[in-house]
């Protein structure tokens, strides 16, 4: 039998890491395509923290989080600094019961798993570790110091030397600008360089660009953006004197970006109803720094005076706003569409870092040998259109 | 009728810049166009000194004005004695080089005058209106250098003054004629508020990323021991300061806040060289507004190569050697 | 003393092409922020201010939402700010830019020292200082590192420039305008706090009916200089390699990097 030629759509997280898993199949011939630099828009701007447990992703997905984080872990041992590891730790802060049990079951998990974790309610500890938390109104805290956060755009780039390493090819600075269908059928797509391929399996892993690469079959891709607005922010002082973990509230999140910190709003914190969150907008306008909200100022200043006042005065470096691309249940779209021979693999919302992995590797599955998985299952288009 | 080629003859330390000859060049292309006269303009305490560097510039006359002080960044003066002597010349073109001393002076002209000043050329070209007048399309880049506009002086104003950008034309190299000096004797150098009341050695603040003029940006490919040392001798011979990606910073190499990339800072050096660093966009959104950007990478498709000036795909080993001896 | 800093928004990113048919420029983002080298303006004005014990007011010319900047400006620490802002200015060339900002500084009230940032980020010409120094009839030092201010004479400035290796001090009468260079201090930032103090600052804004200038002297009209074109460079946006032995390519990064240097 001859190779199954796929062609990806989009060189970010999703796409250099579904390029590796397919690139792991000897019967596979991969080409991705991606307009820009491999990892360099979203991807680029996401925190990339992979915390054992936190409420990004339910802890029934588990097995999702935990083969994104040791994916990582084994690619940052075979070479130091590929996934740009920096192993500060995580400690996720409990405001209600809910939260508390969802990161007592987090511990759970991760304990099983082998690595260490701890649920702490004895307040003048958790403020050894993060000295400038307000501890008032709070029931405690999860704490492990074996995770950390990530670098999604170097992860991409690993991915992708890996792929090409297995004879994957990757093509940079390339739009995909048609793709071909026939008898409802994906058959092949044409670039920005005005070249042609024909393709078994085209894969869309453009992310919020999704809306308009569905567009080019037809398609009514159902995702949303959310806006993730982020500051960077530079403490009182200029420097901490303590390794500031990647921090998870409800609301918002942490982490250090050298001597500076990084906070960003959750994702799911997000209202797909208000505009000022959520909308549908063209990714290709987001500058590279700037454009967040006023609103989100206010939201800052209050979260942090109440959560965590010993930074509140910092400096304001500089601001980013990104687009993340949610399905309206924040869960990822995977697997096949009405279009044969045309899948997705977006709609990662904010959690491509982490998810891509475990979804890739189910992905391959299904494309290189038509199996499904639990994972597929879940996560596949058809659930929207109910 | 204004007519000629005026050029702001710079000198610094009782010597003409060397950037004159290159605007010369630039004025002898106009001259093939509308056969007007090279004029070089001088304002100095020791005039006579620099008037004789200017003869056989390849000009057809130099004009002069001695003052009575040295009046180095009078801005105030200086630009009065000019606007005099331009009122005095009549040019249809001033020729000014891109520098400090040029755009701060002729922006005060440019004032007295109402005649404008396009800054920074890489190209001045001549074409002709429809009444059968010459006039310069002034060339410069805008955004960075992502763009280029063409910049016009108003048909009817006179002189059309533009700064023209060093290392754009070579020197000019060609024979000189007979060259007609003139002191502009009624020119008096009018009081300034300002005053020179001291001068020092400058140092370059190598210690800030931020402050540097120069800097070396180290990646990954600069990690090792070894690697790391050619690289800070490398920034020590260029007086620059060091900053550097991710790993350095983890590995205690460079300070944190010498981290590039990633932490919200933007640098914005004169020039950047960057050794092993692949160009994850982290790292190149955090350099910009260089002028001379030059990446080194053994990996010749690292997508550094797409925002650099100039690459050199090879060791840094070798490369950083060969430069230190 | 009282200091007024001429504030640039620009462009967040320079990425701007030239449609090949209308030639009109196409940008990817309509993001602003303060000009780099304001920044360092603000800063040098804000610690004369404080060693002053006086104010800092901030003036950009620009559309509508350029609010936003100042704010920012604000919230970094500058009391007061001021926009000049109408379609009849828009288009101006360094001219008529110039004597629009000049009028509306002095529509404000006096000023000890005027500053600015050195260059533009877009458009770097370095010329609105001065041109503003010279239709105010103030003396002008361009690109300076630092400003000395000593209190037992109140009627100077000592500008600190870099020119040439040297360091020059050059004692200014005041009222005076001056260029910041970008890199010359390290500017404080505005917190949440200060931002959200920010919006309350006196934000004044001037229209023409405010500064009541002559047609012939603003925007296009006012300009003695036209843009009749614009295009993209030829050569492509990827480094020219260098070939040969080590030897020779570090001679040749040599020649760039001292060419460079030579330049001022």
Redesign the interface.
């Known amino acids: 039998m001859g190779k199954k030629r796929i062609g990806i759509i989009g060189g970010g997280i999703s796409g250099t890491c579904l390029g590796y898993h397919l690139s792991l199949y000897d019967n596979a011939e991969v080409v991705v395509f991606e307009k820009d630099t491999i990892g360099g828009a979203s991807t680029a701007k996401s925190a990339g923290t992979v915390c054992l447990f936190d409420d990004s992703l339910k802890n029934r997905y588990w097995d999702v989080r935990l083969y994104g984080f040791e994916s990582y872990l084994k690619m940052e041992a075979e070479e130091k600094g590929s996934a740009g590891f920096d192993k500060t730790g995580t400690l996720v802060v409990a405001t209600d019961k809910k939260v508390e049990a969802t990161i007592k079951t987090g511990i759970a998990l991760a304990k099983a798993a082998g690595y260490s974790g701890e649920y702490i309610t004895d307040k003048g500890r958790i403020k050894e570790i993060l000295p400038d938390i307000a501890t008032d109104n709070i029931l405690g805290a999860g704490y492990t110091q074996e995770d950390g956060y990530f670098d999604g755009t170097m992860i991409s780039n690993t991915y992708a030397k890996k792929m090409q390493k297995n004879g994957g090819a990757i093509k940079t600075g390339v739009k995909v600008t048609d793709v071909k269908v026939v008898d409802n059928k994906a058959t092949g797509l044409t670039t920005s360089e005005g070249e042609d391929y024909e393709f078994d399996v085209i894969v869309d892993c453009t992310g919020p660009w999704s809306k308009f690469t569905g567009e080019m079959v037809g398609m009514d891709i159902p995702i949303w953006h959310t806006k993730a607005e982020a500051f960077f922010l530079c403490p009182p002082g200029k420097k901490l004197d303590y390794t500031f973990p990647v921090l998870k509230y409800p609301a918002f999140y942490g982490l250090r970006a050298g001597d500076n910190i990084f906070i960003c709003k959750s994702h799911l914190s997000m209202d797909l109803n208000n505009p000022m969150h959520a909308g549908q907008w063209d990714p290709d306008k987001l500058p590279a720094t700037g454009g967040t909200d006023d609103y989100f100022i206010d939201f800052l200043l209050d979260q942090l005076e109440m959560r965590v006042p010993g930074i509140v005065d910092s400096g304001l470096v500089s601001s980013w706003l990104s687009y993340r691309a949610e399905p309206k249940d924040f869960l990822p779209i995977l697997g096949k569409t009405p279009v044969e021979g045309y899948m997705l693999a977006t709609g990662y919302g904010g959690n491509g870092v982490i998810e891509a992995p475990a979804a890739s590797r189910d992905l391959a599955k299904l494309i290189m040998r038509d199996e499904m998985t639990p994972l597929l299952e879940d996560w596949e288009f058809n659930r929207l259109l109910k | 009728m204004a007519n000629g080629i005026c050029i702001f003859a710079e000198y610094?330390?009782g010597k003409i810049e060397p950037v004159t000859a290159e605007l010369i060049t630039a004025a002898h292309f106009i001259k093939e166009t509308t056969g007007e006269k090279i004029q070089l303009i001088v304002v100095a305490k020791d005039c006579d000194q620099l008037v004789k560097q200017l003869e056989p510039a390849g000009a057809d006359e130099v004009y002069a004005v001695e003052t009575k002080r040295d009046c180095?960044?009078q801005?105030?003066a200086l630009?009065s004695v000019i606007t005099d002597m331009i009122r005095k010349i009549e040019p249809s073109s001033v020729l000014i080089p891109a520098?400090?001393?040029g755009?701060?002076i002729f922006?005060?002209v440019?004032?007295?005058l109402?005649?404008?000043?396009?800054?920074?050329c890489t190209e001045v070209l001549t074409a002709k209106r429809e009444d059968g007048t010459f006039y310069i399309?002034?060339n410069k880049?805008?955004?960075?250098?992502?763009?280029?506009?063409?910049?016009?002086?108003?048909p009817g104003?006179y002189p059309q003054m533009m700064t023209i950008r060093?290392?754009v034309y070579t020197a000019y190299e060609g024979e000189t004629d007979a060259v007609k000096v003139t002191y502009l004797e009624n020119i008096e150098i009018p009081a300034?508020?300002?005053?020179?009341?001291?001068?020092?050695?400058?140092?370059n603040d190598t210690n800030?990323i931020?402050?540097?003029?120069?800097v070396v940006v180290g990646g990954?490919g600069a990690?090792e021991e070894e690697d790391f040392a050619l690289l800070k001798a490398f920034a020590e011979k260029?007086d620059a300061a060091i900053g550097g990606t991710?790993?350095l910073?983890?590995s205690g190499k460079i300070p944190?806040?010498n981290?590039i990339g990633?932490?919200?800072?933007?640098i914005?050096p004169?020039?950047c060289?960057s050794i092993g660093v692949?160009?994850?966009?982290?790292h190149t959104?955090g350099i910009?507004?260089t002028?001379?950007f030059?990446?080194i990478n053994t990996d010749e498709n690292a997508?550094i190569?797409?925002?650099?000036?100039?690459?050199?795909?090879?060791?840094m080993k070798?490369?950083?050697?060969?430069?230190l001896s | 003393m009282n200091i007024a800093v001429l504030m640039k928004q620009v462009p967040v990113s320079n990425d701007v092409s030239v449609d090949p048919e209308t030639h009109a420029l196409i940008r990817s983002s309509s993001e602003g922020m303060i000009n780099p080298a304001d920044l360092n303006a603000i800063e040098a004005a804000l610690q004369l201010k404080e060693q002053t014990d006086g104010k800092a007011v901030v003036f950009t010319m620009g559309p509508q939402g350029t609010q936003k900047a100042l704010i920012e400006a604000m919230g970094i620490g500058c009391d007061e700010s001021v926009l000049i802002t109408d379609r009849c200015f828009a288009g101006g060339d360094t001219i008529a830019t110039a004597k629009v900002l000049a009028r509306g500084i002095k529509k404000y009230g006096e000023f000890d020292l005027i500053l600015s940032g050195a260059l533009s980020a877009d458009g770097a010409t370095g010329q609105v200082g001065a041109m503003v120094a010279e239709y105010m009839d103030a003396p002008y030092v361009g690109e300076i590192q630092g400003i000395k201010y000593d209190e037992t004479d109140a009627e100077h400035v000592v500008a600190i420039k870099k020119y040439q290796d040297q360091e020059y001090h050059i004692k200014t009468e005041l009222t005076a305008v001056m260029s910041v260079c970008f890199g010359s201090n390290e500017p404080r930032f505005a917190t949440l706090r200060s931002m959200r103090k920010a919006k309350t600052k006196p934000l004044h804004v001037y229209t023409n009916e405010e500064l009541q200038m002559a047609a012939e002297d603003i925007g296009l009209s006012g300009s003695p200089t036209i843009v009749t074109d614009s295009f993209e460079p030829e050569n492509e946006r990827r480094a020219e390699m260098f070939t040969g032995t080590p030897q020779e390519m570090a001679a040749k990064l040599k020649e760039l990097i001292d060419n460079e240097k030579g330049k001022e």
């Not at chain 2, 925002?307 to 090879?314: E, F, N, S, T």
């Not at chain 2, 070798?318 to 430069?323: K, Q």
């Open positions: 610094y330390n180095i960044f801005d105030d630009s520098t400090p001393m755009r701060s922006s005060r440019a004032s007295k109402g005649c404008g000043l396009t800054a920074d399309k002034q880049p805008s955004f960075g250098e992502n763009v280029f506009v063409t910049i016009e002086t108003k104003i060093q290392g300034s508020k300002l005053e020179v009341v001291e001068v020092v050695p400058a140092r800030s931020l402050a540097s003029e120069t990954r990690e260029l991710r790993p910073a983890d944190f806040q981290q990633q932490t919200g800072f933007t914005r004169r020039i060289i692949s160009g994850a966009i982290q959104e910009k507004d002028k001379l030059v990446a997508a190569f797409n925002v650099a000036d100039y690459g050199i795909v090879g060791d070798e490369l950083l050697e060969a430069y």
